[in-house]
């Protein structure tokens, strides 16, 4: 198992810091946020240690995103929610602040007081196909 010394979330996985869980397997655990956005909100942590999403194997991402529909499901009605987002922050300028990947189950109500959308941006001339191009080109699929 992988784990930081000094990471928060693993001191939290391993018990060392005390946490309200809601679900536990045998490779995540589900956790009440110590900050809700929402109250209700809740953390989707993997057991092991990776910082960001892109680290996370595929069968571990995998398994936190089978959880997020019954997590979603039961984190709305405990908040007697109508909506919910599911998000992943990555990096500090994602607004990351735990380097240790995590998903947000956070329940929606109509009044909560939460701003969305973000702010859009419009593509100009062929921006848009060369991003798609040179991201094809890193997932290795081929051109269309
Ligand atoms: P991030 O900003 O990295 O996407 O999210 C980190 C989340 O972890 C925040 O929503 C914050 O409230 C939560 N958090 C930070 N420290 C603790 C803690 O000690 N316990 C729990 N349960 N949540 C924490
Ligand atoms: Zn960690």
């Keep these: 198992m992988s784990r930081d010394p000094h990471c928060i979330f693993c001191k939290i996985v391993h018990g ?3 946490s309200v869980r809601v679900l536990e397997t045998d490779r995540a655990i589900v956790v009440m946020d110590v ?3 929402v109250k209700g909100h809740v953390l ?3 057991r092991d240690h990776h910082e960001q999403v892109r680290d996370l194997p595929d069968d571990l991402a995998a398994h936190l995103g089978s959880l997020v529909p019954r997590v979603t499901r039961a984190v709305v009605a405990a ?5 919910s987002n599911t998000i992943i922050n990555s990096g500090k300028v994602a607004g990351q602040t ?12 109509a009044d909560d007081g939460v701003d969305w959308p973000w702010p859009s941006q419009e593509y100009s001339g ?8 040179r ?3 890193e997932l290795d699929v081929s051109a269309d």
């Design 16 to 18: 060392e810091i005390p």
């Design 35 to 37: 900050a809700p956005v």
């Design 135 to 137: 991201i094809r080109r």
């Design 98 to 109: 735990v380097d240790h990947c995590h998903w947000h189950v956070i329940p929606r109500l």
């Design 126 to 133: 062929d921006e848009k196909s060369r991003i798609a191009s």
């Design 44 to 46: 989707i942590i993997p």
């Design 79 to 83: 908040a007697d929610a109508v909506g």
